[in-house]
C-alpha cells in the first residue's frame, strides 16, 4: 500500500493538468468512451521485451522507481509485484492492420496495447506516457485504435554549436537533443535527420576541432535508438561543407572550390524577396567590379568542383567517419541544397550532368553499405517549370534541373517547400510532389512552420504517392532558449516569435500520421504552449 501510495504522489508532481478528455499526440483515429475512470498507478506492469529498455529509460525520467519481480515466457517482463491486481499489458499480437498501428484498451482493472508490429508497441507506449505525463487524477476507460499513413515520419534540424543553445560545451548542448528526441517519441516519429556542420573530424583534421565529436553524437544516437528513432546525418557534399573554415584557411581548399561568379542565380529570387535582393545586388556588384579591375582576384565560393576527382577523394571518407559515428543508419542525407555555383564555369548544357555523376558517385558509394540516400530537391527544379516558388534553385542560369534525368532513381529526394507567397501567389499545392512521383523516384514531402504549409504540403505527399514527411525546425534553438528564459537579441526575437516553432513538433506529428485530419486536429490545442510544459519540465 505504501509503495502504491509514494507511486501515486510521483504522478500528482508531474500532473500538467487534470480534464475529462485524453489529449494523444498524434490524435487517435478512432476513439470510444466508457463511463468508467482509469487510475493510476498499475500494480504491474507486463511488457513486451522489444520496449522493456524504453519502458526503464522512461521511468527513470519520470522519477518512478520500477523493479523487475518476475520473468513472463520468453518475450515478456513483468514489474511492479502482483499481476493478480489492476494491470498494464503491452503485447504484440497478430492483430489485422497497418504497420505500426496498435489498439489501446482502458478499463477499471487495467490497461492492454495490443501492437501490429514492433513499432505499434513502441508507439501505444508512448502514448501511455503522454498519458503518465499528464494525468494524476485517472483517465477516461476507452477504446483506442490508432494507425498511420506514412510509415516514414521523420524530422530534420541542425546538430549546433553550444552557444547556439546558451550552453558553453556540447556535453551540455547534448541535454537540449535529448529534450527533443523524448518529444520526438513521445508523438511517434520514427527519424531523426541532423545537419552535421560543427564536428571534429579524424578524417579530416586540416577542417580544425569544433565543438561536436563522435563522444557526444554517440549518446544521441544511443539514447534515440531506446526512445525508439532512428537518427541519422546529413553532411553538404555539393557545397557549404568547409562555411565553418576561418577565411583565411580557405585558400589550402582552393583547388576544391568553385570560384565565386555571379551569372544571375539569384534574379529570380530576387524580384519577389528582399533578403535575395540584397544579396544579389552585392554579389553582382562585386562581379562587375572585378571585372573593371581585371587585377583583382575572383574570391573562392563554398561549393565544390564536382567535376574533380579531388573532390570525391576528399569528401568519401568525411562521409565514411559520420556514417560509423551514426552507427552504421538506414538513410544518409546528402544535401545537395542552395549550392549556387555548381559546375558554374563549365558548359551550361553540361552541369546538369556533371551534378548527376556526382551524386550517382556517392550515391553507389553509400548504397554498398546498404544505406539509402536521401537528396534535397531544389537544385533539380526550375523556376520556369515551378513558377512562384523558392525553392527552385536548378533553372537558368545555373541550369543543374536537368540532372534529374540522370540520377539515380534509388536516390530518395527530400522536396522542402515553406508556403512562402510569391508574386501574391500562396501556394496550396506543391506540384513538384508529383512531377518527383511522376519520374518514379521515392519522395519525401519536408514543410517547416506554417501550419497550412505543413497540412497542405502532406496532403500532396499522400496523394501522389510520397513516401512520408520529414519535417523541419531552422530555428527551434532560438524558441528552446527564449521559452527556457534565455536572452535573445532584439534580431533573434523579430525572428523567432513571428514562427512559432515550438509548435512544428506536434503539428508535423499530427498531419505525418493522418493527413486528412490534422487541421482538425490542432484546433483542438495549442502546440507551442503544449510544448512549453514539457520543456519546462526537462530544464526547471
Known amino acids: 500500500m505504501k509503495k502504491n501510495l509514494f507511486l501515486y504522489c510521483v504522478f500528482c508532481l508531474y500532473c500538467l493538468f487534470s480534464e475529462n478528455k485524453i489529449l494523444i ?33 522512461e521511468m527513470q525520467y519520470l522519477k518512478i522507481p520500477v523493479s523487475t519481480e518476475e520473468y513472463n515466457g520468453q518475450d515478456f517482463f513483468c514489474f511492479w509485484g502482483s499481476a493478480d491486481l489492476k494491470n498494464i499489458d503491452i503485447m504484440k499480437k497478430n492483430i489485422s492492420g497497418k504497420p505500426h498501428g496498435y489498439i489501446m484498451d482502458i478499463s477499471p482493472a487495467g490497461i492492454i496495447i495490443y501492437g501490429n508490429d514492433e513499432g505499434g508497441l513502441k508507439y501505444g507506449l508512448q502514448s501511455l506516457l503522454q498519458l503518465m505525463e499528464q494525468s494524476a487524477a485517472g483517465v477516461p476507460c476507452c477504446r483506442i485504435e490508432v494507425w498511420p499513413d506514412f510509415v516514414f515520419r521523420g524530422f530534420h534540424t541542425t546538430l549546433r ?16 537533443y535529448e529534450w527533443m528526441i523524448r518529444r520526438l517519441a513521445r508523438y511517434k516519429y520514427t527519424h531523426l535527420n541532423l545537419l552535421v556542420e560543427f564536428f571534429t573530424y579524424k578524417s579530416r583534421p586540416e577542417m580544425g576541432v569544433l565543438p561536436w565529436t563522435e563522444k557526444e553524437i554517440s549518446r544521441l ?9 532512428k537518427i541519422f546525418p546529413e553532411i553538404k557534399t555539393l557545397g557549404k561543407f568547409v562555411r565553418n573554415i576561418p577565411p583565411d584557411r580557405l585558400v589550402e581548399f582552393s583547388a576544391l572550390l568553385e570560384p565565386r561568379i555571379y551569372i544571375g542565380q539569384l534574379e529570380y529570387q530576387a524580384k519577389y524577396h528582399d533578403g535575395y535582393k540584397a544579396k544579389a545586388e552585392k554579389l553582382e556588384s562585386e562581379q562587375k567590379a572585378r571585372e573593371t579591375e581585371k587585377t583583382k582576384k575572383t574570391p573562392l565560393s563554398e561549393d565544390f568542383k564536382i567535376n574533380k576527382p579531388g573532390v570525391l577523394t576528399f569528401i568519401k571518407p568525411v562521409i565514411d567517419e559520420i556514417y560509423e559515428v551514426f552507427n552504421q543508419p538506414e538513410y544518409f542525407n546528402i544535401g545537395c541544397d542552395e549550392s549556387f555555383y555548381t559546375a558554374i564555369e563549365e558548359k551550361t548544357d553540361q552541369r546538369g550532368k556533371i551534378l548527376a555523376t556526382y551524386v550517382n558517385n556517392l550515391a553507389e558509394h553509400l548504397q554498398k553499405k546498404g544505406c539509402k540516400v536521401i537528396m534535397w530537391d531544389d537544385m533539380l527544379t526550375s523556376h520556369e517549370q515551378f513558377p512562384f ?152
Open 221 to 229: 544516437v544511443k539514447f534515440a535508438a531506446v526512445s525508439g528513432i
Open 389 to 540: 516558388f523558392f525553392e527552385t534553385h536548378g533553372g537558368p542560369p545555373l541550369n543543374t534541373w536537368t540532372a534529374v534525368d540522370y540520377i539515380n532513381k534509388e536516390v530518395i529526394i527530400a522536396s522542402w517547400h515553406y508556403g512562402y507567397t510569391v508574386a501574391d501567389h500562396y501556394p496550396s499545392t506543391y506540384p513538384m510532389i508529383k512531377w518527383f512521383t511522376g519520374k518514379k523516384f521515392k519522395v519525401l514531402g519536408v514543410p517547416w512552420f506554417k501550419i497550412d504549409n505543413i497540412t497542405n504540403l502532406v496532403a500532396d505527399v499522400l496523394n501522389y504517392g510520397g513516401i512520408g514527411i520529414m519535417g523541419s525546425s531552422w530555428a527551434i534553438h532560438m524558441a528552446v532558449r527564449a521559452a527556457a528564459g534565455k536572452n535573445l537579441t532584439e534580431a533573434q526575437i523579430k525572428v523567432t516569435e513571428p514562427r512559432h516553432e515550438l509548435a512544428v513538433l506536434a503539428a508535423t506529428a499530427e498531419a505525418a500520421w493522418s493527413p486528412g485530419r490534422a487541421s482538425e486536429a490542432l484546433a483542438g490545442y495549442d502546440p507551442e504552449a503544449w510544448e512549453k510544459k514539457f520543456l519546462k519540465i526537462q530544464h526547471e
Open 161 to 176: 554549436k553550444p552557444d547556439a543553445y546558451g550552453c558553453k560545451t556540447a556535453d551540455e548542448t547534448v541535454g537540449y
Open 25 to 57: 499526440i498524434p490524435r487517435p483515429k478512432k476513439i470510444t468512451f466508457e463511463k468508467e475512470i482509469y487510475h493510476f498507478p498499475a500494480q504491474s506492469v507486463k511488457i513486451h521485451s522489444s520496449v522493456r529498455d524504453m519502458f526503464l529509460q
